[in-house]
């Protein structure tokens, strides 16, 4: 016999409100609007998170290069500062070969003059026939004053000769050189040895047969050299005198 109506309801009651009834999970509704705002959120983080790092990336590979430009800025001013010292050094040694051949260029000039010299002495020397039985007589043979490089310096050389005699054997007397110049449109006076000067005892001359003297003077740079005499003296007396060929 079936059961009743109210039976059955009650029944049904139980099953859905009872300990037997089914669990219920209670959710809480959000509206769709919420969802997106959040997907959009999420979308520009991630965009915001690529961009930082791609940043960084760019950073880092700007950094890199900085980097190597200045060790290329330092390499470039390395060389060129390398460079630089090569050309100071060659222009360095164009100056120290030319001043040297311009020095050994006077040099052979000075050896070719006192070469010259020299011939001429010893053709006088082979063509001298002494006076034998005559008075002593001492003379200069050879005067030659020549200008140096250097301003207002010149150099003079002498040959002097002497003849001896029976009572006088040797002559000793003193060389002086005196030196006519213009200056400023007047005309000077050098005479060596100065006075009271330190050159005195190295113009002293003791000649026996022949003497060949050197020795040089200065003028103002400025000055023009007119004129040189040599004089041989014996106790203040003239013996001897020469104009020197300029």
């Keep these: 016999m079936p059961p009743p109506a109210p039976t059955l309801k009650i029944r049904r009651f139980r099953r859905r409100f009872g300990i037997a009834a089914p669990k219920v999970v209670v959710r809480t509704h959000i509206p769709w609007p919420w969802y997106g705002a959040a997907l959009l959120v ?3 983080g991630v965009a915001i998170t690529v961009w930082i790092v791609a940043q960084r990336g760019e950073k880092a590979v700007l950094v890199a290069e900085v980097s190597d430009l200045r060790e290329s800025l330092a390499s470039s001013e390395a060389k060129l500062a390398g460079l630089r010292g090569s050309l100071g050094t060659e222009v360095s040694g ?27 002495e010893i053709a006088y020397f082979e063509h001298l026939v002494p006076l034998a039985g005559g008075e002593a007589a001492v003379r200069i043979e050879r005067f030659h004053v020549t200008r140096d490089p250097e301003a207002g310096r010149y150099r003079y050389r002498l040959l002097m000769a002497f003849e001896a ?13 005196s030196a006519t110049y213009v200056l400023e449109g007047k005309d000077a006076l050098l005479t060596l040895p100065e006075k009271n000067g330190k050159d005195a ?9 022949f ?8 003028l103002p740079s400025a000055a023009r050299l007119k004129s040189v005499e040599a004089r041989l003296l014996q106790g203040g007396t003239l013996r001897a005198k020469r104009f020197a060929t300029l």
């Design 42 to 44: 999420l979308i520009l």
């Design 94 to 120: 164009v100056q120290l070969e030319r001043t040297v051949r311009q020095q050994l260029q006077v040099r052979v000039k000075a050896l070719e003059s006192e070469n010259a010299a020299l011939k001429e």
């Design 165 to 177: 005699s029976k009572q006088v054997r040797e002559f000793k007397g003193a060389l002086q050189i």
């Design 201 to 209: 005892s190295e113009m002293l001359v003791e000649l026996k047969h």
């Design 211 to 218: 003497l060949r003297k050197e020795g040089e003077f200065r």
